[in-house]
């Protein structure tokens, strides 16, 4: 299965899908914060994978993308009869440097290592915002709402780099 930088309807849909059964049952139940921590790792991983050109995070971005674009596009022919095919206005994140790399390789195996002690329902959650996160950041919208992250990324590597390098320290 090849990547995609472009998001079709059906694609929207398998996202919406797991978004709204991941929202459920906070909204049914006592509505805390906490209960969306492990989605919105998921999700702040897969932000950061979207800032990736390339590599293996930029890979699992795109390829995220056509198996959404497949599932859901299956999924809405078999449930309404109708294609689900047309695609949406694309988006990209761009601009992450390699001070910026640093910190996003950093952000993404703290997420990793969330995943692991994680229970089997959190595991789950982890997994549906990385998929909801990466598929809605193939979006004009979504990807141009977090269009700062790769610039605040790169700020962030660039401090680090500045701190080991004792820039400022003396």
Sequence with gaps: MTGTTTLTLGGLLAA?????????????????MKQLAPFGKGFGAAACAAACPGGILGWAHTHTGAVA????GRA?????????????????LAGLSATGAVVVVIAV???????????KADKRRIAGGFFVGSVLLLTAGVAGALAWLPGALNGVGDSVVAAVQGSGVL
């Design 16 to 32: 919406l899908l797991v978004l709204v059964a991941n929202l459920h049952p906070w909204y049914k139940g006592g509505r805390e």
């Design 69 to 72: 674009n497949g599932t859901g």
């Design 76 to 92: 809405g022919s078999a449930a309404t009869g109708t294609t689900a095919s047309s695609g949406l206005t694309s988006g990209q």
């Design 109 to 119: 195996f703290l997420t990793v290592l969330a995943y692991k002690t994680a229970g």
